[in-house]
C-alpha cells in the first residue's frame, strides 16, 4: 500500500511539472504579442489577430509590422471581396449605390497600397531603411484615408445590410491602424532592429 501510495504521489508531482513547462511557452507567446501590440490603439484587436505570430515575431519591431500589415491586407481583401458580392447581388440599393461603388474603389486602392508596403517590409535595407519606413508610413496611411473614406458613405446606416458593411470596414480600419502603429515603432526602432532575431 505505502508503494501504491508513492506511485500515485509521484504520478502527481509529474503531472504538475508537466503542466508548468506547458505554460511557459503560451505565456511568453503571449508576453511577445501583448508587448508589440501596447503602441497600437486598437490593442484588444492587435492581440488577437496577432497571436499567431508570437513565436516567430518574439520581439522584433520589423518581424511584427509585416505580420500586421499581412493580417491587415488578408482583412481588406476579404472585405473588398464582400463588397462585390453586395454590388453583384443588389442587396443594396437607393442611396447607397454610389456610396458603395466608391468603397469598392477604395478599397481596391487599400490593397494596392497594403502590398507596396508589405512588399518594403521584406526587403528593408540599413542603406535606405529611413526613406522605406517613410513610404511604408505613406502607403498605409493613404490605405487608412482610403478605409476611412468608404466609411463617409455609410456615417448613419440605415438597416442590417448597411451597418454591417460599416462595422467591416470599421474592422479593416482599425486593422490597418495598428499595422501602422507597428510600423511606427520599427520606425523609431531605428536601424538595430534590422538584426533582430
Same mark, same amino acid.
Given at each position: 500500500?505505502?508503494?501504491?501510495?508513492?506511485?500515485?504521489?509521484?504520478?502527481?508531482?509529474?503531472?504538475?511539472?508537466? $503542466?508548468? &513547462?506547458?505554460? *511557459?511557452?503560451?505565456?511568453?507567446?503571449?508576453? !511577445?504579442?501583448?508587448?508589440?501590440?501596447?503602441?497600437?490603439?486598437?490593442?484588444?484587436?492587435?492581440?488577437?489577430?496577432?497571436?499567431?505570430?508570437?513565436?516567430?515575431?518574439?520581439?522584433?519591431? &520589423?518581424?511584427?509590422?509585416?505580420?500586421?500589415?499581412?493580417?491587415?491586407?488578408?482583412?481588406?481583401?476579404?472585405?473588398? $471581396? !464582400? =463588397?462585390?458580392?453586395?454590388?453583384?447581388?443588389?442587396?443594396?440599393?437607393?442611396? !447607397?449605390?454610389?456610396? +458603395?461603388? @466608391?468603397?469598392?474603389?477604395?478599397?481596391?486602392?487599400?490593397? %494596392?497600397?497594403?502590398?507596396? &508596403? $508589405?512588399?518594403? =517590409? /521584406?526587403? +528593408?535595407?540599413? /542603406?535606405?531603411?529611413?526613406?522605406?519606413?517613410? @513610404?511604408?508610413?505613406?502607403? =498605409? *496611411?493613404?490605405?487608412?484615408?482610403?478605409?476611412?473614406?468608404?466609411? %463617409?458613405?455609410?456615417?448613419?446606416? /440605415?438597416?442590417?445590410?448597411?451597418?454591417?458593411?460599416?462595422? /467591416?470596414?470599421?474592422?479593416?480600419?482599425?486593422?490597418? *491602424?495598428?499595422?501602422?502603429?507597428?510600423?511606427?515603432? =520599427?520606425?523609431?526602432?531605428? +536601424?538595430?532592429? $534590422?538584426? @533582430?532575431?
Amino acid at each position: 500500500m505505502p508503494m501504491a501510495n508513492a506511485n500515485v504521489y509521484l504520478t502527481f508531482l509529474l503531472l504538475i511539472c508537466l $503542466l508548468k &513547462s506547458g505554460q *511557459s511557452a503560451p505565456n511568453a507567446a503571449s508576453n !511577445y504579442v501583448q508587448d508589440a501590440c501596447s503602441v497600437t490603439r486598437y490593442r484588444a484587436l492587435c492581440i488577437n489577430s496577432l497571436t499567431s505570430f508570437s513565436s516567430t515575431a518574439k520581439t522584433s519591431p &520589423s518581424k511584427w509590422a509585416r505580420a500586421g500589415v499581412s493580417v491587415t491586407i488578408g482583412e481588406t481583401k476579404n472585405v473588398a $471581396l !464582400y =463588397l462585390m458580392k453586395v454590388k453583384n447581388y443588389r442587396v443594396m440599393r437607393g442611396s !447607397y449605390k454610389i456610396p +458603395l461603388s @466608391d468603397c469598392i474603389e477604395c478599397f481596391q486602392n487599400a490593397i %494596392d497600397q497594403l502590398h507596396g &508596403s $508589405l512588399g518594403v =517590409l /521584406r526587403k +528593408l535595407s540599413a /542603406r535606405n531603411f529611413y526613406t522605406q519606413m517613410g @513610404d511604408v508610413t505613406t502607403w =498605409l *496611411s493613404a490605405a487608412l484615408t482610403d478605409q476611412e473614406t468608404c466609411l %463617409d458613405g455609410f456615417e448613419n446606416p /440605415r438597416g442590417r445590410q448597411a451597418k454591417m458593411l460599416r462595422n /467591416r470596414v470599421l474592422r479593416s480600419s482599425y486593422l490597418t *491602424s495598428n499595422a501602422l502603429a507597428l510600423v511606427n515603432k =520599427l520606425a523609431t526602432s531605428g +536601424l538595430e532592429s $534590422l538584426n @533582430d532575431p
